[in-house]
């Protein structure tokens, strides 16, 4: 056999290989949901939400002073309550549509405690970059020249390290997220006022701390935006690797730590069983007992979490 019969033997074991896998579901399991019209109502809500976020936004930067003489520096209570009230007014008008995340930081959050699959947070990042793109763009085009400026690009003060600036999106993006969580807890009977307020809030807060620092991103798509329309990556990487991280930490923590769910905690405890001595152990599976009525197999059985828009309008 020659080289040519060999990789065409390959080549025709590869498709039948990849042909057999789309065959057994997998394709459709993973992207279950995805094609309805609520879904992408929900997507191209994203889009809108972070178009006009981002336009709003980093059009508070703007410095209109710019090239006269002594022109007096941005205002920095003016940009965060900008970005705060904007990010408040998104969510509030598409939560109930999409959950309002409008950034990847928050998506992520929602896929890693399974409240979004992770098919679908890739068409809703998809969704925020280019809404992002498209709001920056819109904005450079009727901002005039001579004042854009750095056009809202963010990047790490010259006076600290590029470490030390990723530190801060973590933290400040951490704030966000765990706020996100903390507000739309449907476990919690404490709940008053606006959810989408504190979210805006809490956006505010991350700016008036962190602008000085990093330009304060806290959503990788709102620095990705206007990166893109200006062609300026210049330490562009911790504006995602920072909210991201910030983001999962928070998610995680409340999730799992200080507010599990309580069906996670049921599991939790038929996974761990005291022993004679009263230290837990980790029990096999077949050694797990379940008190009769405790569960309802008939119900977890029909229950499919992506059977509904139930994962996609997860509130933020």
Not at 2 to 31: D, H, K, P, Q, Y
Not at 84 to 101: N, P, R
Request: aromatic share 10%; charged share 15%.
């Amino acid at each position: 056999m020659n080289a040519n019969t060999e990789r065409a033997e390959r080549a025709r074991r590869c498709c039948r290989s990849f042909l057999t896998w789309c065959n057994s579901g997998s394709i459709m399991v993973a992207f279950k949901g995805v094609w309805t019209k609520d879904f992408w109502r929900a997507v191209s809500a994203e889009y809108v939400a972070t178009l006009i976020f981002v336009f709003l936004g980093v059009g508070s930067t703007i410095n209109w002073h710019a090239g006269k003489e002594n022109p007096p520096p941005a205002d920095l209570v003016l940009i965060s309550l900008c970005f705060g009230l904007s990010i408040a007014t998104m969510v509030q008008c598409f939560g109930h549509i999409s959950g309002g995340h409008i950034n990847p930081a928050v998506t992520a959050a929602m896929v890693v405690t399974r409240k979004l699959s992770l098919a679908k947070a890739f068409f809703y990042v998809v969704a925020q970059c280019l809404g992002a793109v498209t709001g920056a763009g819109l904005l450079y085009m009727v901002t005039p020249a001579k004042v854009r400026g750095s056009f809202g690009v963010n990047d790490v003060n010259s006076d600290i390290s590029v470490g030390h600036g990723l530190l801060v999106e973590i933290i400040i993006t951490f704030e966000l997220v765990f706020t996100v969580f903390a507000t739309c807890d449907s476990k919690r009977t404490d709940l008053g006022g606006s959810a989408a307020l504190a979210i805006g809030v809490a956006v505010a807060i991350g700016h008036l701390f962190g602008i000085p620092y990093t330009g304060a991103s806290m959503n990788p798509a709102r620095s990705f935006g206007p990166a893109l329309v200006t062609l300026t990556f210049t330490n562009h990487w911790i504006y995602w690797l920072g909210p991201i991280l910030g983001g999962l930490l928070a998610a995680g923590l409340y999730e799992y730590l200080f507010c599990p769910d309580a069906e996670v905690k049921k599991r939790l405890q038929q996974v761990f069983q005291k022993d004679t001595s009263g230290k837990y152990k980790e029990v096999e599976a077949d050694e797990v007992t379940v008190k009769p009525g405790s569960v309802d197999v008939e119900k977890d059985e029909k229950k499919d979490p992506y059977n509904d828009m139930g994962d996609v309008l997860s509130s933020v």
